[in-house]
């Protein structure tokens, strides 16, 4: 089974800290995303992926950098945490089928608080 | 207007119902289209993808397209407690002739299916 393990469940920071949210995937996938969940709000993506080193901005980059050293690994960077970036993080990825199946597979989450 | 739009529910349906989870999109050019469920503290599955227009059984389960009116439908026969859960509509854009693409969430569809 594909296995994609986020860093932390619950982490508490506070404002103005730099926050680091690791993502590792098992499965040699080239596609990793970043959303957050807000209740009423859905999943928004932050960033995404698709290979090494690259990087594409998603719908609310705001606030918000990633890094992408190793293929198997997504990091999400918070530069300076504010409270309103307080939400549910949940990282995912994917492998590029033949009929573009952008089945995603997802951690269980990191419930970022901050104070 | 937002990319993918879906009623936030609760949908409450009793059980053996049927229950249809309905969800619009934006942009014409959408080529991929997924219903994820997911459950409480928990994060998405997939359950069903869409590519082409019409109906695709799975189960209980059906999805249905139609990309003439840009809308996506989910629905689930013989209802039971245990579908109860949020139920995320996702479109996938894939810019050009792109692979890199990303994928849309609405803000999911609440369903309770009472005993």
């Known amino acids: 089974d594909v296995k994609v393990t986020q860093s932390s469940r619950y982490l508490v920071k506070r404002t103005g800290e730099k926050v680091f949210l690791e993502c590792v995937q098992d499965?040699?996938?080239?596609?990793m995303f970043w959303y957050r969940q807000d209740p009423g709000l859905g999943l928004r993506l932050i960033y995404f992926?698709?290979?090494?080193?690259?990087?594409e901005k998603g719908d609310i980059p705001e606030g918000y950098s990633v890094s992408r050293e190793k293929k198997e690994r997504f990091s999400l960077i918070l530069e300076s945490a504010s409270t309103n970036q307080t939400s549910m993080y949940l990282c995912?990825?994917?492998?590029?089928?033949?009929?573009?199946?952008?089945?995603?597979?997802f951690g269980s989450g990191t419930q970022l608080s901050v104070l | 207007q937002k990319e993918v739009e879906q009623n936030s529910g609760p949908l409450s349906v009793p059980e053996g119902a049927i229950a249809s989870l309905n969800c619009t999109y934006s942009?014409?050019?959408?080529?991929?289209f997924f219903w994820y469920r997911q459950y409480s503290g928990k994060s998405p599955e997939l359950i069903m993808s869409i590519y082409s227009n019409g109906d695709k059984e799975d189960g209980r389960f059906t999805a249905q397209l139609n990309k003439a009116s840009q809308y996506v439908s989910l629905l689930i026969r013989d209802s039971q407690p245990s579908d109860s859960a949020t139920y995320l509509c996702a479109v996938g854009l894939f810019p050009g002739s792109s692979n890199t693409g990303k994928l849309i969430f609405g803000q999911g569809t609440t369903l309770q299916v009472k005993p």
């Open positions: 995912a990825s994917s492998s590029l089928g033949a009929g573009r199946d952008e089945k995603l597979f």
């Open positions: 942009d014409r050019g959408s080529q991929s």
């Open positions: 499965m040699d996938h080239e596609n």
């Open positions: 992926s698709y290979d090494v080193k690259m990087k």
